[in-house]
């Protein structure tokens, strides 16, 4: 069955830079779209980041732009996301999310496979 196992979760300061990694078992990532979203306190889970296997990447939203990346290693079967210049607005759980069409979505109910989320907290 599909699983997504979500790590690098913890506490830096800010400006530091975090990498995430969503372990993927189940499927190959030849043929699907990974989605990193988070849920900041009192907010509603909102798109970070997608990478698709026919389409590159996407970006959800200006906040994270020119700060965050994603990537891939199919070997692996990993996908990855590294966060850069980390501010304390970007503290929140961390999902990735998994569909097997080839195209991104930045909404939640376009993705039927969840890991369980890993804690960012960017705080002095």
């Known amino acids: 069955q599909v699983q997504l196992v979500e790590s690098g979760g913890s506490l830096v300061q800010p400006g530091g830079s975090l990498r995430l990694s969503c372990a993927a078992s189940?499927?190959?990532?030849?043929?699907?779209?990974i989605g990193w979203f988070r849920q900041r306190p009192g907010k509603e889970r909102e798109g970070v980041l997608c990478i698709s296997s026919r389409r590159g990447t996407e970006y959800y939203g200006d906040s994270v732009k020119g700060r965050f990346t994603i990537s891939r290693d199919t070997t692996k079967n990993t996908v990855y996301l590294q966060m850069n210049s980390l501010k304390p607005e970007d503290t929140a759980v961390y999902y990735c999310a998994a569909r097997t069409p080839y195209f991104c979505s930045g909404s939640g109910v376009d993705y039927k496979s969840w890991g369980q989320g890993t804690q960012v907290t960017v705080s002095s």
């Open positions: 189940g499927f190959t990532l030849d043929y699907s779209a």
